[in-house]
């Protein structure tokens, strides 16, 4: 979308994609890598590999995009100290970073459990890493990071407490083209919704089958 768009306003430059956790059924990159999720072996490689990959081609990119907040070392909260090392040394190479987060990345559970509506009750999530030790360290890694980021984005509102500055990015927009097709060529008038979660508890599935 990005290089279309650059295109079609004439500008130069190439936005280039790489997954290094790649589910090959859906992934959409330019390169995308598979390795043995149920081998912690195979998850070590993985995560050089990315790295690896980084400082290989680092010549070739001016701008690093990156999700959940991870590094290319991808481990994200988990090794905050190692991950602020990466993120200086792109830095050092003149980069411009940008970072997405996009949920258990920077929600903290000890703060959203209280609230009324939330996926991180116990009820909804029993995720045992999710908890007071994982905070910290998400703080943490979130603090660091906020130091050599260019420019914070966050695909859920509620993440904007827990990362300063960061500018919410909605998952995606509704055009009223694509309400009006819908309505110009579809005898259902009422809207049909497709909601497919990864968890129907966390994502919170009842609440769509209530509505409907």
Known sequence: AENN???QLGIDGHSWSVDFSANRFVSNADLCYTFDRSSLVSH???????????????????????????TMLRLGWRAPFLGKLEL?????????????????????????????????????????????????????AISYAS?????SFCL??????????????????????????HSETSNNKIPIIVHSPTDRKIKGTNYVLEAS
């Open 156 to 181: 859920n509102p509620d993440l904007l407490q827990f990362v300063p500055d960061a500018e919410f990015l909605p998952y995606c927009n509704l055009s009223n083209e694509l309400l009006e097709h």
């Open 147 to 151: 130091q050599y980021i260019d420019k």
């Open 5 to 7: 768009a650059r295109s």
């Open 44 to 70: 070590a490689f993985s995560r050089l590999r990315s790295f690896t990959y980084a400082v290989m081609n680092s010549h070739r990119f001016d701008v690093l995009h990156l999700y959940f907040g991870n």
């Open 88 to 140: 200086k040394l792109w830095k050092r190479l003149g980069k411009k970073l940008f970072m997405t987060y996009q949920g258990c990345d920077a929600r903290l559970r000890t703060d959203r459990a209280k609230a009324m509506v939330t996926a991180c009750k116990p009820e909804c999530c029993s995720v045992s890493w999710c908890n007071a030790s994982a905070d910290k360290k998400k703080m943490r």
